[in-house]
Structure formats: C-alpha cells, structure tokens
C-alpha cells in the first residue's frame, strides 16, 4: 500500500510560481513511476507529468513542457512539481499519482492517488 499525500497549493497570479509536493508512505516508494495529474472545474483528469523511478527519465503534457518541471527524492519519499509562468487556464485540483513500473505515463490507470490540491491562478 502506497498513501499519497499532497501539499503546497494556494493562490497566485499569473506568472507566477508554485511547488507541489506529494509525500508518500512505504518502503517500495523508489520502484514506483509517480505522475502529477489535474482536474479543473467541469473538465475530465488530465495528465501533467511522470517521472520514472530513477528520476532520470520525465514525460510531460505539452501544455506546461517548458514551464513545469517533475523530480523526486527517494530519500524522503517525496515527488515535487515546480510550476513556473503559471497562466489562469493552470487552476486546477492538482492529483499526486503512483504506478508499479510499466505503468503507460500518461494514461489515469495509476494504483493510488492523493486528494489532491488546489491551484488557483488569477489573471
């Protein structure tokens, strides 16, 4: 069993930044691929970001590639998004994810999911 929990969300303007973390129980943490997905009022999940187990290998949505960076520390059982230029079409409830390897990054068929947190990006 993996729990998911997400912090950092809040309020800020476009332009601005924002870093998510999602910290994680277990001992298999470093095994397993670990994405950020979001859902915006009205709208279906969607994929953000991945990171393989290593953190040597990241897949992102082309609407944030450039501007969001995903990284993890195994140490501390913990996966981070950094949101940079953020833009108001960015406000969403932001889902902290995790799969066994072989997990397909992009697809939502990952094992466990945090409650996720909320972005608001005002213009």
């Known amino acids: 069993q993996v729990q998911l929990v997400e912090s950092g969300g809040g309020l800020v303007q476009a332009g601005g930044s924002l870093r998510l973390s999602c910290a994680a129980s277990?001992?298999?943490?470093?095994?397993?691929?670990m994405a950020w997905f979001r859902q915006a009022p009205g709208k279906e999940r969607e994929f953000v970001a991945a990171?393989?187990?290593?953190?040597?290998?990241?897949y992102y949505a082309d609407s944030v590639k450039g501007r969001f960076t995903i990284s993890r520390d195994n140490a501390k059982n913990t996966v981070y998004l950094q949101m940079n230029s953020l833009k108001p079409e960015d406000t969403a409830v932001y889902y902290c994810?995790?799969?066994?390897?072989?997990?397909?990054?992009?697809?939502?068929?990952?094992?466990?999911w945090g409650q996720g947190t909320q972005v608001t990006v005002s213009s």
């Open positions: 277990g001992r298999t943490f470093s095994s397993y691929v």
């Open positions: 994810a995790a799969g066994p390897p072989g997990t397909t990054w992009y697809s939502a068929k990952y094992d466990y």
């Open positions: 990171v393989n187990w290593s953190g040597g290998r990241t």
